[in-house]
Nanobody
Framework: QVQVKESGGGSVQAGGSLRVACDAS????????MGWFRRAPGRNREFVAA????????TYADSVKGRFTISRDSANGTVYLTMNNLKPEDTAVYFC?????????????WGQGVQVTVSS
């Protein structure tokens, strides 16, 4: 079984930066592709970013491309989402997911989410 947990959420003013982190534990977690999704109030869950198990092929939704960076620490496997130039529309609960690729239904394990709030 795989467990996923996010950390590092918080509040920031528009234009600011924030980094959230994801740690996964369990069988063969180092071989799992990882992704970030978010759910804003009144909106559906949407894909944000994804990365291969080995840190290759960082991939982004158009809405965050150029502002967000996904990375994976090769030493401990922690996956980070570095969010720059944040906008109020980035306000959402951010979820980390393991074991899939881009499509939400493809992931096998999810964290409980962390709140990111961006104020004007």
């Amino acid at each position: 079984q795989v467990q996923v947990k996010e950390s590092g959420g918080g509040s920031v003013q528009a234009g600011g930066s924030l980094r959230v982190a994801c740690d996964a534990s369990g069988r063969a977690v180092s071989r799992l592709n990882m992704g970030w999704f978010r759910r804003a109030p009144g909106r559906n869950r949407e894909f944000v970013a994804a990365i291969y198990f080995n840190g290759a092929r960082p991939t982004y939704a158009d809405s965050v491309k150029g502002r967000f960076t996904i990375s994976r620490d090769s030493a401990n496997g922690t996956v980070y989402l570095t969010m720059n130039n944040l906008k109020p529309e980035d306000t959402a609960v951010y979820f980390c997911a393991a074991g899939g690729w881009i499509t939400a239904s493809s992931y096998s394990a999810w964290g409980q989410g962390v709140q990111v709030t961006v104020s004007s």
